[in-house]
């Protein structure tokens, strides 16, 4: 049983390419979430997706776009990244309410 | 919205001595608790969960009560080891179902 799957693991990109993040899961579940992770700052919801056919934003979206592509897939997408864009993402998903989050290995970007 | 205050770290231990991390939250209806660890390297994973008031969740040695008066869920372990320096986040899950993590607090165990 793989979980959530991440990829890819590392990523450097130059200011201003654009890049997508992949998620995907295999726990029939429902909602699919994007984070950030910064020294000192915890996980911070970028977007997330509720059921199939539904995103919102989470606390910080700017500079960044998702698709909720089916009940298994959430990508993620920088379309022109920027120095403060480097971090560590997480893609994590839930079945029922108040149900346990199961994440993924993570993405470590870097933008210079 | 929910939130999470954890004690700031890191926190720094000998092995086998007792572990206290603090934890208080605010949450809309009737959350369920719980602590994810998250090892160097990785993603988070569950430690241990609790659903209702005065349960206790356990795993791993570490325990932790859902206090519901005092709205707290504190991490508890007697006799930490070395391999248990990790990153450990309190999370609730309530009315909104997101699940929201405080900042973590980093615990450091010395041999």
């Known amino acids: 049983n793989a979980g959530v799957t991440q990829t890819p693991k590392f990523q450097v990109l130059k200011t201003g390419q654009s890049m997508t993040l992949q998620c995907a899961q295999d726990m029939n579940h429902n909602s699919m979430y994007w984070y950030r992770q910064d020294p000192g700052m915890g996980l911070r919801l970028i977007y997330y997706?509720?059921?199939?056919?539904?995103?919102d934003k989470g606390e910080v979206p700017n500079g960044y776009n998702v698709s909720r592509l089916n009940k298994r897939e959430f990508s993620l997408r920088l379309e022109s990244a920027a120095p403060s864009q480097t971090s560590v993402y997480f893609c994590a998903s839930t079945g029922d309410l108040n149900t346990e989050a199961f994440f993924g290995q993570g993405t470590r970007l870097t933008v210079v | 919205g929910d939130s999470v205050t954890q004690m700031e770290g890191p926190v720094t231990l000998s092995e086998e001595a007792f572990l206290t991390i603090n934890c208080t939250y605010t949450a809309t209806g009737y959350p369920s608790l719980f602590w994810y660890v998250q090892y160097p390297g990785e993603g988070l994973q569950l430690l241990l969960k609790a659903t209702k008031a005065d349960d206790k969740g356990s795993n791993k040695g570490f325990e932790a009560t859902y206090r519901k008066e005092t709205t707290s869920f504190h991490l508890e372990k007697g006799s930490v080891q070395v391999s248990d320096s990790a990153v450990y986040f309190c999370a609730p899950s309530g009315g909104s179902y997101i699940p929201t993590f405080g900042r973590g607090t980093s615990l450091i165990v010395h041999p």
């Open positions: 997706s509720a059921s199939e056919g539904t995103t």
